[in-house]
T-cell receptor, first 112, second 115 residues
Framework: ETGVTQSPTHLIKTRGQQVTLRCSSQSGHNTVSWYQQALGQGPQFIFQYYREEENGRGNFPPRFSGLQFPNYSSELNVNALELDDSALYLC???????????FGSGTRLTVV | QQQVKQSPQSLIVQKGGISIINCAYENTAFDYFPWYQQFPGKGPALLIAIRPDVSEKKEGRFTISFNKSAKQFSLHIMDSQPGDSATYFCAASGDRGSTLGRLYFGRGTQLTVWP
């Protein structure tokens, strides 16, 4: 059974640029959630995808968007990067209506 | 607004001692309370979780105590070991409205266990 894998592990971008982060769900999981973890803070919910549709969103602006593919993998896109977007971005997969969320190791994004 | 409040922010315990981390919540829609352990450079890993129909759950050296009336829950790590040194997060989720399908995390507790 494979876990949640995320790529890339680290990324440096310039303010105003766009970034795409990728996530492969744990085998058998059909729901993907994305979280932002600022340094020294707990993860904050960005949004969740189920059946390729956004299914719940946290307090993040529209420049944060996502996709889920038929194989349940997912992408997080962030446009017009700001310095405050620097954080660890975590992907978590689960089964619909189950609470056993499995997290990936994250992508460390630095915006300069 | 922080929906789950966690304390202390940092904790230093001697090897063999008991580590205790506390969390509190307000939203009565929460019905699932997990604890996560996170090592540097890694994502959070589920340690143990509890639902509000029980007051305590134990798995090995880890115990969750839950007080529904006070809206508080805590993690006890017995016989703490240096390998337990990590950041611990409490979290909560619910089954309806804005709590559905998402975890609300506390700010975390940095635990250091001295050998």
């Amino acid at each position: 059974e494979t876990g949640v894998t995320q790529s890339p592990t680290h990324l440096i971008k310039t303010r105003g640029q766009q970034v795409t982060l990728r996530c492969s769900s744990q085998s058998g999981h059909n729901t993907v959630s994305w979280y932002q973890q600022a340094l020294g803070q707990g993860p904050q919910f960005i949004f969740q995808y189920y059946r390729e549709e956004e299914n719940g969103r946290g307090n993040f602006p529209p420049r944060f968007s996502g996709l889920q593919f038929p194989n349940y993998s997912s992408e997080l896109n962030v446009n017009a990067l700001e310095l405050d977007d620097s954080a660890l971005y975590l992907c978590a997969s689960s089964l619909r209506d189950r609470r056993g969320y499995t997290f990936g190791s994250g992508t460390r994004l630095t915006v300069v | 607004q922080q929906q789950v409040k966690q304390s202390p922010q940092s904790l230093i315990v001697q090897k063999g001692g008991i580590s205790i981390i506390n969390c509190a919540y307000e939203n009565t829609a929460f019905d699932y309370f997990p604890w996560y352990q996170q090592f540097p450079g890694k994502g959070p890993a589920l340690l143990i979780a509890i639902r509000p129909d029980v007051s305590e759950k134990k798995e090995g050296r880890f115990t969750i105590s839950f007080n529904k009336s006070a809206k508080q829950f805590s993690l006890h790590i017995m016989d703490s070991q240096p390998g337990d040194s990590a950041t611990y997060f409490c979290a909560a989720s619910g089954d309806r409205g804005s709590t559905l399908g998402r975890l609300y995390f506390g700010r975390g507790t940095q635990l250091t266990v001295w050998p």
